[in-house]
């Protein structure tokens, strides 16, 4: 028998929802905030109110699109955490207030969790080109930065993480110093295709095991500008290409150093990556040239499953229905959670 999942997603500046039908997509429905565009990042009363507008009309198209009447549906999945509390908190009432009034069971999902599962997503019956258990995934976000070991859809070990920033932040904070708009992430990947990657050297951070710290990163790029500014006040528009490039190669290497050390050191070589930071050009080229010399098979999600999405928060569902991971109704959300 098939089962239905409807996914909800609000747990930053996205609302989402999406339609499952066993492991296959039968619609996702994002509605992105233009609102924080203004402030320089993402403020969180005004997403949390974006949310209450956005989420009726998202999951009504979501519903339509899929070609599915609301009592095929079997469970609701939705982000408990971790994320901005008053956006959880719209995405989790209309989450309970949805299978309560349609008596449906609810079920929790952890975002990062799903954000690993996005590369199960299938659009048809042979999209199979999944990575096999177990894979390392590194899942980079503007939140987030972590390897972690994946055995299973629902058995996954966080080996290595950031004590400080994420990746996706030392883009958008670098982007910041440089004067260039949030989220500076892309804008820096766009910038950096025009420019030498060697033209600067920024200091890289000597963190044990599997973690990160990026934010020596931020104070080291903060302090050259300042001092190159003092002897040229026109330095970032002179150099804005080979300044981001030599920025992303920073990044790329510290990120994917400790990949190498992890999938050396573990025997794994299945390699994934997630997160909003897996868009980064740069970063899918050095892993496609490492899977190469370092003879890994590797996986880049579709761009669309990359960002915050409901698409990955039901087929997370889907899994957790089919083990009867359920959850009551006084489900509360984490802004913090490891659950
Ligand atoms: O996973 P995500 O959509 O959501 C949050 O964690 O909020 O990740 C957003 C992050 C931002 O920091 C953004 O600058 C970064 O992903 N990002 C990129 C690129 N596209 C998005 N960073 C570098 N290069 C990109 N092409």
Same mark, same amino acid.
């Given at each position: 028998?098939?089962?239905?999942?409807?996914?909800?997603?609000?747990?930053?500046?996205?609302?989402? +929802?999406?339609?499952?039908?066993?492991?296959?997509?039968?619609?996702?429905?994002?509605?992105?905030?233009?609102?924080?565009? +203004?402030?320089?990042?993402?403020?969180?009363?005004?997403?949390?109110?974006?949310?209450?507008?956005?989420?009726?009309?998202?999951?009504?198209?979501?519903?339509?699109?899929?070609?599915?009447?609301?009592?095929?549906?079997?469970?609701?999945?939705?982000?408990?955490?971790?994320?901005?509390?008053?956006?959880?908190?719209?995405?989790?009432?209309?989450?309970?207030?949805?299978?309560? &009034?349609?008596?449906?069971?609810?079920?929790?999902?952890?975002?990062?969790?799903?954000?690993?599962?996005?590369?199960?997503?299938?659009?048809?019956?042979?999209?199979?080109?999944?990575?096999?258990?177990?894979?390392?995934?590194?899942?980079?976000?503007?939140?987030?930065?972590?390897?972690?070991?994946?055995?299973?859809?629902?058995?996954?070990?966080?080996?290595?993480?950031?004590?400080?920033?994420?990746?996706?932040?030392?883009?958008?904070?670098?982007?910041?110093?440089?004067?260039?708009?949030?989220?500076?992430?892309?804008?820096?990947?766009?910038?950096?295709?025009?420019?030498?990657?060697? +033209?600067?050297?920024?200091?890289?951070?000597?963190?044990?095991?599997?973690?990160?710290?990026?934010?020596?990163?931020?104070?080291?790029?903060?302090?050259?500008?300042?001092?190159?500014?003092?002897?040229?006040?026109?330095?970032?528009?002179?150099?804005?290409?080979?300044?981001?490039?030599?920025?992303?190669?920073?990044?790329?290497?510290?990120?994917?150093?400790?990949?190498?050390?992890?999938?050396?050191?573990?025997?794994?070589?299945?390699?994934?990556? +997630?997160?909003?930071?897996?868009?980064?050009?740069?970063?899918?080229?050095?892993?496609?040239?490492?899977?190469?010399?370092?003879?890994?098979?590797?996986?880049?999600?579709?761009?669309?499953?990359?960002?915050?999405?409901? &698409?990955?928060? &039901?087929?997370?569902?889907?899994?957790?229905?089919?083990?009867?991971?359920?959850?009551?109704?006084?489900?509360?959300?984490?802004?913090?959670?490891?659950?």
């Amino acid at each position: 028998m098939s089962v239905i999942i409807l996914g909800i997603e609000s747990s930053c500046d996205d609302t989402s +929802a999406a339609i499952f039908k066993d492991d296959i997509i039968l619609s996702n429905i994002v509605a992105n905030q233009d609102v924080h565009k +203004a402030y320089g990042g993402v403020v969180p009363e005004l997403a949390s109110r974006a949310h209450q507008q956005n989420i009726i009309p998202v999951v009504e198209k979501a519903i339509k699109d899929a070609d599915i009447n609301r009592e095929d549906i079997n469970a609701v999945a939705f982000t408990r955490g971790p994320g901005l509390m008053g956006s959880l908190l719209v995405g989790t009432s209309f989450a309970k207030g949805f299978a309560l &009034a349609n008596q449906l069971p609810l079920i929790e999902v952890n975002h990062l969790h799903a954000h690993v599962l996005a590369h199960f997503i299938k659009e048809d019956e042979n999209d199979t080109d999944q990575p096999e258990f177990p894979f390392l995934c590194l899942l980079v976000s503007g939140g987030n930065s972590q390897i972690i070991v994946v055995r299973d859809y629902l058995d996954m070990e966080i080996i290595g993480q950031t004590i400080d920033d994420a990746a996706g932040e030392a883009f958008d904070k670098c982007a910041k110093i440089m004067g260039l708009p949030y989220p500076g992430g892309p804008l820096i990947d766009k910038l950096a295709k025009e420019g030498n990657p060697e +033209a600067f050297k920024f200091n890289k951070p000597r963190i044990a095991n599997y973690d990160y710290s990026f934010s020596g990163l931020k104070t080291s790029v903060l302090y050259f500008l300042r001092d190159e500014l003092k002897k040229n006040p026109d330095f970032i528009e002179e150099n804005k290409a080979d300044i981001c490039a030599s920025l992303q190669k920073t990044i790329i290497d510290i990120l994917m150093d400790k990949v190498i050390k992890a999938a050396d050191e573990t025997g794994i070589t299945q390699v994934a990556l +997630a997160g909003g930071v897996s868009a980064n050009s740069g970063l899918r080229n050095r892993l496609t040239e490492l899977a190469e010399t370092k003879k890994w098979k590797t996986f880049i999600p579709k761009f669309s499953y990359t960002t915050d999405n409901a &698409a990955m928060i &039901a087929i997370n569902g889907y899994h957790k229905y089919l083990n009867k991971e359920f959850i009551g109704q006084d489900a509360a959300p984490f802004a913090r959670t490891e659950f």
